[in-house]
């Protein structure tokens, strides 16, 4: 994990009125220990604090679906939370399913069914069907559109992003390489 | 978007968060999953001085089964109740209508006490908690508890009707009867969003298949969710298939609304009212489906 970065942490922590609590979390398999502001928002803590910038931030209010992650082991948005509410929970984002070389397998079948264009979206997307396919949920499922009506698109239409779901929900459950 | 500054505690317990909620300024608040009041913070459209996470109050997880009621503590998410199968054998009605309620990923944080506690004006749990005679266990200062019916909460306008500097740790729902069906209709404009409106009805019917009791709540179509109950006593002793006594009972149901239909950017108050004759109709339909199965009385289709 790396650091935060001392400017940031100045802009985030210098104001000493700012009231702040320990924070110990999991995340991507590695143990934090931190202590934040009160008001700081998970998705910052995430992206500002530890560098872990896949996930996106757009709408700011749970409904776009672009900072997506993974929280004990279920998608959750980082936007509508406070880091300091994840106490004790184990936090999976994006850079926790990389492959080590290239894409993996779901990113992969995203790229050849076209799933992204801009690719703002994405990192939202495929921590959602890194949990679909935790659950086995069966790729025709009616949770399939429940789950996929967490997320919006602006650019690639939900056409092939269904598609790719789809397919990565068909794919044996061991295909999706997993941080472990 | 980001929080203006405030203070935050993670509570013990339950009483200590009610000690320290009754110490603190008005603007001091209970979080809970933070679903709706996060993004409300982050926007500013409310302020808060101090939020109380009550997450990790012991016995707040529970869910607890006793003769004729099933007891959701405040801290149980809605992601969790939604597969309880303690709680889909006994009030399967509570995790449809957590169905409708945002989306996975939001149901994975938020909570059913939250939504009670929040009353939005779309909300589904609060119709949901009128349908089944719900009562909340209120906590207040100085270890004060008392159960208050959500028909009484909610007979306010808008927003609820509660002990002030209170924390409702939980609430009871009445298991349905044998027999009895039930029924959730919601019109809204995409999956995820708000009701319009909704509605939650069960019904009991006798063995000739008249009804013998209905219950019938309304959500959305006015800023607090009620209970109908001149069209639950219009269908007393009905034959549960007549269409059209059904669709008289949907429309008295939307036409006794306490307070004002609702309009906003999403739909005019002449829509809703509209809708909500619908959607009682067809949550009306479902429930004597559901009895139908279960008792094996036969009546003709609508």
């Keep these: ?180 | 978007m980001k929080p203006a500054r405030f203070g935050y505690v993670r509570a013990e317990t339950a009483d200590h968060a009610v000690e320290v909620l009754g110490g603190a300024d008005a603007a001091a608040r209970i979080l809970a999953g933070g679903q709706s009041l996060i993004p409300a913070l982050s926007a500013r459209t409310i302020n808060a001085s101090l939020l109380l996470d009550i997450m990790r109050c012991p016995g707040l997880d529970e869910v607890s089964q006793t003769p004729g009621e099933i007891t959701i503590g405040a801290a149980c998410r809605q992601s969790r109740i939604e597969k309880s199968s303690v709680v889909l054998q006994a009030i399967p009605l509570l995790p449809e209508a957590l169905g409708w309620v945002a989306m996975p990923q939001v149901r994975s944080r938020g909570t059913v006490v939250g939504c009670l506690a929040q009353a939005n004006a779309g909300g589904e749990v609060p119709v949901v908690s009128l349908a089944l005679d719900a009562e909340l266990n209120v906590l207040s200062r100085g270890g004060v508890r008392q159960r208050i019916p959500a028909r009484e909460v909610y007979a306010v306008e808008a927003g609820t009707r509660l002990p002030s500097r209170s924390l409702i740790e939980s609430a009871s729902f009445r298991t349905l009867a044998a027999g009895e069906g039930w029924g959730f209709c919601e019109v809204q404009l995409r999956p995820g969003h708000f009701a319009l409106v909704c509605c939650a009805a069960t019904l009991e019917l006798e063995e000739s298949g008249r009804i013998r009791s209905a219950r019938i709540a309304l959500g959305g179509l006015t800023a607090s969710p009620y209970r109908a109950d001149r069209a639950e006593k219009s269908l007393a002793g009905e034959n549960a298939g007549d269409v059209s006594r059904v669709r008289d009972a949907a429309q008295i149901a939307s036409a006794e609304r306490p307070w004002p239909a609702r309009t906003d950017l999403h739909a005019t108050g002449a829509f809703r009212a509209k809708a909500a004759v619908t959607a009682v109709v067809r949550a009306l339909t479902e429930a004597r489906e559901r009895c139908s199965r279960q008792t094996g009385a036969t009546h003709d289709r609508a």
């Design chain 1, 1 to 180: 994990m790396t650091g935060p970065d001392s400017a940031r942490e100045k802009t985030v922590r210098g104001d000493s009125s700012e009231s702040q609590t320990a924070l110990s979390v999991t995340v991507n398999g590695k143990e934090v220990r931190t202590l934040v502001a009160d008001r700081l928002l998970l998705s910052d803590f995430l992206r500002e604090h530890l560098g872990l910038t896949a996930l996106k931030v757009a709408c700011g209010e749970g409904a776009c679906g672009a900072c997506t992650i993974v929280i004990d082991g279920e998608p959750a948005r980082s936007c509508t939370l406070l880091a300091v509410q994840t106490e004790g929970a184990e936090i999976l984002t994006l850079e926790g399913l990389n492959a080590p070389e290239g894409l993996n397998h779901v990113q992969q079948i995203f790229q050849q069914q076209h799933a992204l264009q801009c690719g703002y979206c994405t990192p939202g997307w495929l921590m959602t069907v890194y949990s679909m396919i935790q659950r086995s949920i069966h790729p025709d499922s009616p949770e399939v559109g429940q789950y996929l009506s967490g997320h919006l698109c602006r650019c690639t239409g939900y056409r092939n992003i269904w598609a790719a779901v789809r397919q990565a929900l068909g794919a044996a459950k061991d295909e999706y390489p997993s941080r472990k």
